[in-house]
């Protein structure tokens, strides 16, 4: 069983340092929170993968007592997941891996960029086997979770809110987090 906290295990870089170029890829946070220095910028898209709300955020958008629900990634046969990528320096993973550390690991997976190129990038996964990982649950159930939950962050439904502006924002679709930031809009 992991640890909540990855940050042991993500201070290992060999992987990042064997990549030329190193691009991060966001699909929650990372695309409307850059708290990080960033030489460029693109969209792009993985795939095999799908954002969902069955990640538990204790130190974030929550609290152990009352923890919220955050993005993670799940394996989907051809699925397609939108986001940003930024190309960083090796230093950023310092920062990034204490703010991500709650149950994420850095995974290496393909981006494909809207100009046709792909290349190796990082994404920051919480797999099924991680302690914070909270798993599939009805849409109701996870709106009413996050309409409650507030941690140091903020309150979990401007997690929602921010992600549903900024992907519409680039004209992307997502079901999931969009059927969600609508049902909190409905419970204010
Ligand atoms: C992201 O926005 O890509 C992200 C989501 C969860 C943890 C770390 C990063």
Aim: proline letters at 5%; hydrophobic letters at 35%; charged letters at 25%.
């Amino acid at each position: 069983m992991l640890s909540h906290d990855t940050r042991t295990i993500n201070a290992d870089r060999s992987d990042i340092e064997a990549l030329d170029e190193i691009w991060l890829f966001g699909y929650g946070s990372l695309i409307y929170k850059v708290d990080f220095p960033y030489a460029e910028s693109a969209t792009a898209h993985i795939t095999g993968w799908q954002r969902r709300f069955w990640q538990g955020s204790h130190d974030h958008r929550g609290t152990p007592e009352q923890p919220g629900r955050v993005l993670t990634l799940i394996e989907v046969p051809n699925a397609r997941c939108f986001g940003i990528a930024y190309r960083v320096t090796l230093d950023v993973f310092d920062h990034l891996d204490h703010r991500e550390k709650n149950g994420y690991l850095r995974s290496i997976q393909t981006l494909y960029f809207g100009n046709g190129e792909f290349k190796q990038g990082v994404v920051y996964i919480g797999k099924p086997d991680n302690p914070a990982f909270l798993g599939e649950a009805p849409i109701e159930a996870i709106a009413q979770q996050i309409s409650k939950s507030v941690g140091p962050s903020g309150p979990n439904t401007e997690y929602v809110h921010r992600l549903a502006d900024a992907l519409r924002q680039q004209g992307e679709e997502d079901e999931h987090v969009f059927e969600i930031d609508r049902l909190l809009r409905e419970m204010r």
